[in-house]
T-cell receptor, first 114, second 113 residues
């Protein structure tokens, strides 16, 4: 089956710890994205990558880091510098070079800081 | 002013009702309009998309775009409890490649049996 997978589904972090969220896609999409979703605030873009070994900051990149070593993988690290990391994290991908670039989403990871 | 405005609701309707969900936007260059459906604790799934103005129908769902008013709508006919979800609108200009989507905040819909 083609699609986007995220793991884990639920993640608990102690304050001061870094954690890494996994995102994998087998859609052969060039572009990948990380969003954060909080109640009443919609989707906020953290980072995006249009091609392997390149990525750009989104609107709320502080306290997060990413890598794009492979086309199919775009892991997100939530660092201890992120002051309020408890949220629902969504990964998405798109073809990346079309006139209209529809994004497809993974199932999400819910991160809770204890 | 946000690029895309969407009433967060919540919206509760009885089963069988016609539901109207709406977004307004400020960028007249937006040409491509999408609706995503997001069930609780799940990722958004693409429901419908339309290009430029006009209507598009898919089963019980109709997407409508009024570019002159910068207003888009999603209508759900004969609403079902399984339609209970958050609906997000998204839109973009053309020819801008990746990272060109602007999302509304979502409207939470509950269909009561």
């Amino acid at each position: 089956d083609g699609g986007i997978t995220q793991s884990p589904k639920y993640l608990f972090r102690k304050e001061g710890q870094n954690v890494t969220l996994s995102c994998e896609q087998n859609l052969n999409h060039d572009a990948m994205y990380w969003y954060r979703q909080d109640p009443g605030q919609g989707l906020r873009l953290i980072y995006y990558s249009q091609i392997v070994n390149d990525f750009q900051k989104g609107d709320i990149a502080e306290g997060y880091s990413v890598s794009r070593e492979k086309k199919e993988s775009f892991p997100l690290t939530v660092t201890s510098a992120q002051k309020n990391p408890t949220a629902f994290y969504l990964c998405a991908s798109s073809i990346g070079d079309r006139d209209v670039d529809t994004q497809y989403f993974g199932p999400g990871t819910r991160l809770t800081v204890l | 002013q946000k690029e895309v405005e969407q009433d967060p609701g919540p919206l509760s309707v009885p089963e069988g009702a016609i539901v109207s969900l709406n977004c307004t936007y400020s960028n007249s260059a937006f040409q491509y309009f999408m609706w995503y459906r997001q069930y609780s604790r799940k990722g958004p799934e693409l429901l419908m998309y339309t290009y430029s103005s006009g209507n598009k129908e898919d089963g019980r769902f109709t997407a409508q775009v009024d570019k002159s008013s910068k207003y888009i709508s999603l209508f759900i006919r004969d609403s079902q409890p399984s339609d209970s979800a958050t609906y997000l609108c998204a839109m973009s200009e053309l020819n801008t490649g990746a990272n060109n989507l602007f999302f509304g905040t979502g409207t939470r819909l509950t269909v009561i049996p």
